[in-house]
Structures are given as C-alpha cells and as structure tokens.
C-alpha cells in the first residue's frame, strides 16, 4: 500500500515535470546561442590583450626561464648547460653574493625607513590642514622625478666629496668626505635618495588616515589614551590593510633599484660593487658581458625572492592586519 | 685591384661567397662602385663626446660634397654605452651600416657573421694603397677581412708639466716601474707639503695593459694565437702585488677619487700629474683639463728589461661594415672617404689616433699634441714589437674585470690573491661559455 502510494505521488510528480517542460519555450538552445555569441565576442574583446600577453609577457619569461638553463651571447644559439648557470651564482661568483646581500640590507632597511618616514609626514599633514596641498604637492614632488636622470646626477653631485652635505656636514665637525666613492657610506646614501622620494606612499597613508573615524580617537581620549596609545590602539590597526599594501609594494620596488644606481656609478656599480645592486648586476651580465643565459638566472633567483617574500607577507598579514567588518 | 699578397683562390671564393650571400639579385655585386645618381641613407654610430661629434660633422660635410646623394644620419654613445647597444642591434639583426670599431670586440663579431668582407672592397672602391700590409692585417680574422684601422695608437705615460711645475718636481725621465714609483712619490709628498690636492698617479696595477706590458717585456703575449692565457694565478696575484706599497703609503691616489672623478679619469680632473694610457688620448686630456692646461708630457711606460719589445701599435679604433646593409658600396665609399681622405686627417688630427693611411696622415698637418704624439710613436720604435692576436671574444668584459679589481685593491676589500682568484673564475667563464 505504502509502496503502491509512493509510486503514484512519483509518478505524479514526473509527470508535472514533463507537462512544464513541454508547456515552456524552447528556451535553452536559444540561450546556448546566445551564451555562445556572447562567449565569443568576449574572448574577441579579450584577444587583444591575450595576445599581448601572451606573446610579450608568458611568451618572453618561457624564453626566459629556458635561456637560463644556457650560456648564451646574443651571437650563437643558446648551449644547454642545465643548473650550470645557478651552480656557479652560489659557489663561484663572489659578486653575485656581493650583490645580493646589499640589495637584501638595501630592502630590509630602506623600506621600513621610507614607510616610517612617509607615515610621519601624513600624519603631520593630516593633523594641520592649513597649506595642505602646497605641502602635500611639496612633498610629492621627490616621488615623480626620483627616478629620472637629472635627479640621481644632482644627487651625486650632491654627496661627494666637497659636495654641498659633505660641506654642511663639516661646519657641524661631522668629516665623513664624499658619499659617493665611499664604500661605507654609499649604501646608506641610496637609502637616502629611496626615502626622500616617500611622496607616493604618503599619498596613500593620508587617504587611509582620512578613513579613519574621529569617534575611535575621541573615545579613546575619554578612556585617557595618550597621543602614543592612540596612534598604537587606533592608527595602526586601523591603518593597518594600508600599511600592508604600502610594504608589499616598496619591497617589491625596492628590489628592482636601477636606475639610481646605474646612474649614480656611472653603470660601473662602484665603488667595490656597492651599488651593483641586482637589477644592475644582471644587466651588465648581460648587456655589458653578453653573458645572456646567466643574466635570465638571477633574474628568476629575483622573481623567486621576491614572489617567497610576498608569500610570506600575506601569510603573516592574519595575525597583524585588521579588515574593517572582520571578526577576528 | 686587389692586392697581390692573398691567394687569387680564397679572394675568388671569399667574392663569390659574398655574392652569393648579397647578390641575389645581381644588381648590387660585391666590389662594384657606387652609382653616384643612386640616393642612399646611411646610418653610422661611433662612440665619443660631443667634440668628437663635431668633428664626424665636418667629416660628413665634407664626404656631401663628394657624394651629395648618400645621407649619413650618425648617432654616438660612451663607449660601453655604444656596446651596449650593438649587442641587442646585433641579436635583432639591424646594426648601423658602418660602425666606428674596437678590435677587442672584432674577433667576436666576425667570427658570428654580423660584418661585411671587406676583401672584396679592397684596392677597389677602398684605396688600400696607403695601407702598410701590417695595418691591412689587422682586420684579418674568421677567414676574411672586416675592418679597416683608421689610426694606430700605442701606450704612453702621459704628464702634466703645469702640475709638476707647481709643486717643484722634474718630469719622470725613464726607467723602470720602480723608478716611476719613486717618482710618483715624490710628486704625491711635494703636493702633500705645500697642501695640494695631487698625487703622482694612480696605482697602475689596475690596468690590464700594464700587466700585458710587462708580460710582454717577458717575452709573452698575454694570450695565445689559440686565445690560452699566457699567465698563471700567481703571476697575476705577484704583479698586484706591485701596487701593495704605492697603495698604502698615499703615493697613489686613492680609489674613493678615482671612483668619485668616473667617468673621467683623475688625470682629466688634475687631480694626478702622471697616467699611463693609450697615446691618442691627448686630445681628449687637454679637452677635460680645461683651458688652464695647453700642453702635456708623452714618454714611453716604465721598463724593467732592457731591450724588451714591450710596445706595439694597435688600431686606435677600426670602421666596419655590417652584413646587413642594403647598400654595401655606398657604405665601402663612406669608409674609404673616412679612412683615406686628405680632408677628414685635417680635421681630426690625432682624435682618432695616428691616421693608419698615408694620405690621411700627409692631410692632417699635425701640430703641437698631434705632433708631440706622431713623435712619440717614432721616439718609441725600438720598443715596438709585433702586435699580440686579435683579443679573444670577450677581452673587453675581462678588461673591465680587471679594473674593477684594482679598484677593490685600492679599497682594501679585497687582497691580491683574491683578486686573482675571481678574475680567473671570471676568465674561465669567458673562455668557455
């Protein structure tokens, strides 16, 4: 009986489905068409860049990554030498090491300046609005022409030996000579010349400070936070996505210092390879010593530092950066 | 005509070879003439400053006047700049049809196939009539002949006798390297005790030419016709060890200056009274120096063996042809006006170096450096011995190397046996990549 019942409501059942199929339009071949039109015409829209990508971006870095399994000089075709070219970066090329530890000191220490210093200011220009936008024009300015020519050729004007900061520097007792062939002093005076241009990064650090509710400072006044207390209870936490995004981009950009440097040592990266940072390094291997397979190495070893380091930082990004709306 | 030294056989074969390559449609054989009513673009790249430029502009002015339907568009870069940029030219097959070239880069673009034989031009449409065969020879390699000198040059010690005179001392009169040291120290102590910023010279173990000088006064080449050093490790780490006294006693300037002058030398900056170089310098010294400074001293590098052929004349600098030119006898005419005529030896004088062709050379009516410099090259023939190999493919990076080095040495981050250690694993890649 039960089973008799059951069969009949199922039975029922299909056959409602098959009356609303029947009674409704033919409606999916019509959509596959259209689905299909459509599909097509995206993909005609997208193929513009498809094509730009992969022929100058995928095309390009597989070539890349090929050629550095080789030796190769531009003149001959590529000799696969396998991990000969990443052998000889960690065991028998002094300069490489050279050149990697300095970019690292160059990252570790310069990004944390340049954000502090970028912080600092936005702050400064968040609390006084009166001249805000000379200010924030003012300051700015490093940001668009640091990487030009002109600026890294007055900076080394700057800095050498009876330069105008060696000259300052000297009414103040402070003998440290030039800057620029000093092997001592030319790293910090690159991390100098990275952090005078914070303008960008501050740009973005006061569009966050602006996000931040005037009630959580004024709260926290009432409970009697100080000025310390409630930039580490409010500002930074609530700062915090942006602070995130400001250090993924400058490690990221600080790896890839050239210009400066080229500039600065005159493509040599003197003095004794202080300024032969990465970039620079992989360069004159390959456009100055046609050494092209081994220039395609270190620069996936860079692609690989850089991609672990962004990996770590996101990974980390739970503990310490707070999302409005999150509960954590 | 060609010259009647080559084989008849490889000269035929060399043309036909080259026809076959250019002349598919037999319009535009190898060796024929230009046709003065055809019109032609040129480009040309050459590396210098901008007096230098000035100079190829009054060359090609002159050059209209002959051919006034063949346009020279010419660019320059400094010098590893302008490599820089053959290289990525050359790996997209669109070099300059003809070049300013340097004879450390000659082996390696030959021997790849990126220069036109000149073979075919010469006696032709190149008057190589005021060539000595010794200067012809110098663009032999890879089974052809690929450039042509436009000078010679040979190493010098330059001077400057205002400097000297200033702070009270003679000029170096001779001998050997350790007499130069001792005359660089008492330029660097006299400077020192009247408060001058001078010093003797630079520390000249940082110059691969100076230890090639002295391989030389040995007896050796610093490489093998086989492109095998001559050298070992140890004889690299004991030549730097020269320089370990002139370093740590002030007599040299130190590397900080002469990092801190680059890309002028501290010679240029006045800043040293003394630098070993290549003798067509001169110019260019006196052009940096300023107008303060009219005249230097030019007397052979210091010597320890008696007799040795130390010295040799090497091509200042060449001009090639590249293989991919549309228009091979319009460029084999642009170089025989540039290597050859009257005119351009007028105006470059000794910029290029010594003009290699006789015409040129009667042309230029050298006068005071100019002068002081073909007297030299004359003065030193005793010394001048035959001319090393062609360098290998890739001296110019080990060169640089080199240099790097002695600068490290300076700055005492590095010792000799370090040094030598890294420019043989530098030169072990070089040879075998």
């Not at chain 2, 086989?226 to 002139?246: C, H, K, V, Y």
């Amino acid at each position: 009986m039960t089973t008799t019942s059951t069969r009949t409501v199922v039975t029922a059942a299909a056959r409602g489905r098959r009356r609303s199929r029947a009674a409704a339009p033919p409606a999916r071949p019509g959509l596959k068409r259209k689905t299909l039109r459509e599909t097509l015409a995206g993909y005609a829209f997208l193929l513009p860049w498809l094509v730009g990508f992969l022929g100058l971006t995928v095309g390009p870095m597989a070539y890349s990554l090929y050629l550095s399994f080789t030796s190769y000089n531009l003149f001959t075709d590529p000799r696969w030498i396998g991990l000969g070219n990443y052998v000889r970066m960690f065991t028998d090329d002094p300069q490489f090491v050279q050149s990697a530890t300095i970019t690292l000191v160059y990252v570790i220490v310069g990004t944390p300046v340049k954000l502090a210093a970028a912080l600092a200011v936005a702050m400064l220009l968040n609390y006084r609005d009166g001249g805000a936008t000379f200010f924030r024009s003012a300051f700015y300015a490093p940001s668009l022409i640091g990487a030009s020519v002109s600026v890294a050729i007055v900076w080394r004007a700057m800095f050498n030996t009876d330069g105008p900061v060696d000259t300052t520097l000297s009414l103040f007792g402070i003998e440290l000579g030039g800057w620029v062939g000093n092997v001592d002093l030319v790293v910090p005076m690159m991390i100098l010349l990275a952090v005078w241009q914070f303008g960008g990064t501050m740009v973005i650090f006061l569009a966050g400070l602006k996000q931040v509710p005037k009630e959580l400072y004024e709260a926290a006044e009432v409970d009697g936070a100080g000025p310390f207390r409630r930039f580490r209870a409010v500002t930074v936490p609530m700062l915090s996505p942006v602070i995130f995004f400001n250090l993924l981009l400058e490690l990221i950009g600080a790896f890839q210092v050239f210009a400066s440097a080229y500039i600065i040592s005159n493509g040599s990266g003197g003095p004794a390879g202080m300024t032969n940072f990465i970039t620079l390094y992989l360069y004159k291997r390959g456009f100055s010593d046609g050494q092209f397979g081994y220039a395609a190495a270190i620069a996936w070893i860079v692609l690989v530092a850089v991609g672990v380091l962004a990996f770590v930082l996101f990974r980390t990004q739970r503990s310490w950066v707070h999302y409005a709306g999150e509960d954590r | 005509m060609f010259r009647t030294t080559r084989p008849a056989l490889p000269a035929a074969l060399l043309t036909i070879g080259a026809l076959a390559l250019t002349g598919c449609s037999g319009s535009s054989a190898p060796g024929e003439t230009y046709d003065p009513d055809e019109e032609v673009t040129l480009t040309f790249a050459f590396w210098g400053n901008e007096v230098r430029a000035g100079l190829y502009e009054q060359a090609f002015e002159a050059f209209n006047e002959e051919y006034p339907r063949i346009t020279v568009q010419n660019s320059f870069l400094d010098f590893p700049a302008f490599w820089e940029k053959r290289q990525t030219e050359a790996a997209g097959g669109g070099l300059p049809d003809v070049m300013q070239f340097d004879y450390s880069y000659l082996r390696q673009y030959a021997e790849s196939g990126l220069l036109l034989d000149l073979a075919p031009y010469l006696g032709g449409v190149i008057d190589d009539e005021p060539f000595s065969d010794e200067i012809l020879e110098i663009g032999e390699v890879a089974d052809g002949n690929f450039a042509i000198a436009t000078s010679t040059n040979a190493f010098g010690l330059y001077t400057n006798p205002a400097l000297l005179e200033a702070v009270g001392v003679e000029e170096f009169a001779g001998g050997t390297w350790d007499d130069y040291d001792d005359w660089m120290e008492e330029v660097s102590d006299a400077a020192s005790a009247q408060g001058v910023e001078l010093w003797g010279g630079v520390d000249w173990t940082g110059r691969i030419q100076n230890f090639e000088l002295q391989m030389r006064a040995g007896g050796e080449d610093l490489f093998t016709e086989d492109g095998e050093p001559n050298f070992t490790q140890d004889d690299l780490e004991a030549f730097w060890e020269q320089g370990d006294s002139i370093r740590e006693d002030g007599t040299a300037a130190g590397s900080q200056k002469v990092e801190e002058a680059y890309p002028l030398s501290v010679f240029d900056s006045a800043l040293t009274a003394s630098e070993l170089n290549w003798d067509n310098f001169g110019t260019g010294y006196l052009g940096n120096l300023g107008d303060s400074y009219t005249e230097l001293g030019l007397v052979a590098p210091p010597l320890d063996v008696e007799g040795a052929q130390d010295l040799f004349l090497k091509p200042a600098m060449l001009h090639a042809i590249a293989a991919t030119t549309d228009h091979p006898e319009a460029a084999a005419t642009l170089v025989d006006f540039l290597v050859n005529s009257p005119e351009v030896g007028a105006v470059f004088g000794t910029n290029r170096g010594l003009p290699a062709s006789e015409t040129q050379l009667e042309g230029a009516a050298l006068e005071g450096l100019d002068a002081q410099i073909r007297d030299y090259e004359e003065s030193i023939a005793d010394r001048l011995g035959d001319a090393p190999p062609v360098p290998i493919v890739g001296y110019g990076t080990l060169e640089e190397k080199f240099r790097q080095l002695g600068l490290e040495l300076g700055f005492g981050t590095i010792t000799p046996g370090e040094a030598a250690s890294q420019f043989f694993s530098e030169m072990d890649i070089v040879l075998n990549q």
